[in-house]
């Protein structure tokens, strides 16, 4: 049973680019959570989706980020119009359900030049 | 608004000895909480969790205990190991389903 997959392990994105992060949970997964980790600073909740919908997305900044888990595939972390501010690390998160232990993946670190 | 808190974010220890990482919490309607062990350029990867009908929950060196009147937890580390050196997280859920984290104490343990 793979753990939880994101790709790409490491972006790189001029100011103005879009980036899309991808994150498949582990099998039978069907909560997931996107999770930023900027320098010095701990892991601060952007979203969370169970399959096709957006149960909180308290944590994710108004503009330019979005976040979808399709019936199908991955789910995909988007931000539109990068900024030098938005580098950092993005982990995902899988639970069977809400409130058990989530299993992390290894991230994607983006770099924003 | 930090509802997470992990107030010591570096810990040295002597290899055997205990190690004791605390976290305080704000939300009184958190009752799961959960511990992370972070390495570098990794993922964290789950530790131990207790839900707030328990005080204490134990896993091999691993001890985890909860005061709920002080909104407080701790994990405990016996006999400290130089493999344990790595970023630990605490983090708490309530009834939303999602996980709010620490900012994570780093633990050297020196051999």
């Known amino acids: 049973n793979a753990g939880v997959m994101q790709n790409p392990r490491h972006l790189v994105r001029r100011r103005g680019q879009e980036a899309r992060l991808r994150c498949s949970p582990m099998?039978?997964?069907?909560?997931v959570y996107w999770y930023r980790q900027l320098p010095e600073e701990g892991l601060k909740f952007m979203v969370y989706?169970?399959?096709?919908?957006?149960?909180?997305e308290s944590g994710m900044p108004k503009e330019r980020f979005s976040a979808e888990f399709p019936k199908e595939g991955p789910s995909i972390l988007r931000i539109q119009q990068v900024v030098r501010g938005d580098s950092a690390a993005y982990f995902c998160?899988?639970?069977?359900?809400?409130?058990?232990?989530?299993?992390f993946g290894q991230g994607t670190r983006l770099t924003v030049v | 608004d930090q509802q997470v808190k992990q107030n010591s974010p570096s810990l040295s220890v002597q290899e055997g000895r205990i190690s004791i990482l605390n976290c305080d919490y704000t939300?009184?309607?958190?009752?799961?909480f959960l511990w992370y062990k972070k390495y570098p350029a990794e993922g964290p990867t789950f530790l131990i969790s207790?839900?707030?009908?328990?005080d204490k929950n134990e896993d091999g060196r691993f001890t985890v205990f909860l005061n709920k009147s002080a909104k407080h937890l701790s994990l405990h580390i016996v006999p400290s190991q130089p493999g344990d050196s790595a970023v630990y997280f605490c983090?708490?859920?309530?009834?939303?389903?999602?996980?709010?984290f620490g900012t994570g104490t780093s633990l050297t343990v020196i051999p």
């Open positions: 207790i839900s707030s009908i328990k």
């Open positions: 989706l169970q399959k096709e919908n957006i149960i909180d």
């Open positions: 983090a708490a859920s309530g009834a939303g389903n999602q996980f709010y």
């Open positions: 099998k039978g997964h069907s909560h």
């Open positions: 998160a899988s639970s069977p359900w809400g409130a058990a232990e989530a299993f």
């Open positions: 939300n009184s309607m958190f009752d799961y």
